[in-house]
C-alpha cells in the first residue's frame, strides 16, 4: 500500500486576509519555490519546516500536513 503526504497549506494562506507564498516563504526563511513545491505535493517539508509553518498559523502540524493512503 503506497502512502502519500498531503497538505491544506493552500487554504491556510487563504483564510483571512490571505498570505502570499512569498510571505510564507520569507516567515519560515525558504524560497517561494519551496512553498509551492510543498503546496503541490511534489517535496515534503522536513519536520523542522513543518513546524515553523504551523507555528506561522499557530495551528498543529496535523491540522496542515496529513498521510493519504494511495
Known amino acids: 500500500m503506497s502512502q502519500k503526504l498531503k497538505n491544506s497549506l493552500r487554504e491556510a494562506r487563504h483564510k483571512g486576509e490571505g498570505m502570499t507564498q512569498q510571505a510564507l516563504a520569507d516567515l519560515v526563511s525558504v524560497s517561494r519555490q519551496s512553498i509551492i ?6 517535496y515534503s517539508p522536513s519536520l523542522e519546516l513543518a513546524i515553523k509553518i504551523a507555528g506561522v498559523f499557530e495551528c498543529e502540524i496535523s491540522d496542515l500536513f496529513w498521510i493519504e493512503e494511495l
Open 37 to 42: 513545491a510543498i503546496e503541490t505535493g511534489k
